[in-house]
């Protein structure tokens, strides 16, 4: 289906997961979109992510965010996650890397909580939801019962994928990190890819197919979708637009006019990579050899 109508799906006050390697394949079409149809009070759940997330709180469109890094890596802090944190504007609950990916393997695997040892002996436990102190029933040992990352849709960014829903990672690739498991905790899925391909392409290479149908509730066909990020294997991160985001983030009324030009003031995502400088620029951002 369409971006519009994939997002249409989704609604103010619902939570939501976001997948993406990092600043790498971020579903920033999808973003996008959410931010046009002006969706707010959302509780995200995204373990690692750079724009993504910070224009959404940007935006207003967050409520709660639970992490485990949001932040803009080699271009500073993540200013609008930051700003808001800090001005208490947003719920904030920040995971460990292990903790959190336990919380997303109980809600795919259907389980009400998942044993884990990573927060003994730190204090952060006492700061976070859904964590209890239990002892295991064999051999008496303290441990951490932490709950299912469960939300109510959940987007990430591929590479293609069939009309079916089966989406396939390339052999070569830098990462996968988190959006395997993130995909199978979904409840309802939604995947932007690089490029719609046949039925048939996906049979020929099954080994090649990262995400089945049955996991996923729509597929968009969404190129240049993880942009201004790079998407591994096919094409670099914009590093000027990178810094153009940076800087305006910085201060609320510049992110203000940021939004207004490449957001709200494009009617779509082909509109959008139009405004970023179209296939001209896009094209030098491309993987070769």
Partial sequence: MSIEQAVGMMSSGCSLAIGSSGGRRQPMALIHQIIRNRLTDLHVVAPSSRVSVDILIGAGCVRRVEFMYIGMERYGLAPNFRR?????????????????????RAAAYG????????LLGTSMAEHLDGIREISCPFTGQKLHAVSPATTGFTIVHG??????GNVQWPAIRDTD???????????????SVEKIVSHETVQRNPWATWIPGQWVKAIVEAPFGAHPGPCDGLYEGDDDHMRLYAESARDP???????????????DHWEYLERVGGLRKLWQLRVTG
Avoid: C, K
């Fill in 84 to 104: 808001a944190a800090q001005e208490g504007r947003i719920e904030t609950q920040d995971w460990s890397e292990s903790s959190i990916i336990n919380r997303l």
């Fill in 111 to 118: 389980l009400p909580f998942m044993p884990s040892t990573a």
């Fill in 159 to 164: 590479y293609t994928g069939d009309a079916y």
């Fill in 177 to 191: 990190h988190l959006d395997r498991e993130i995909a199978q905790a979904a409840t309802n899925l939604i995947v």
């Fill in 253 to 267: 009324a510049e992110f203000e006019e940021y939004l207004d030009e490449y957001v709200y003031g494009t009617r």
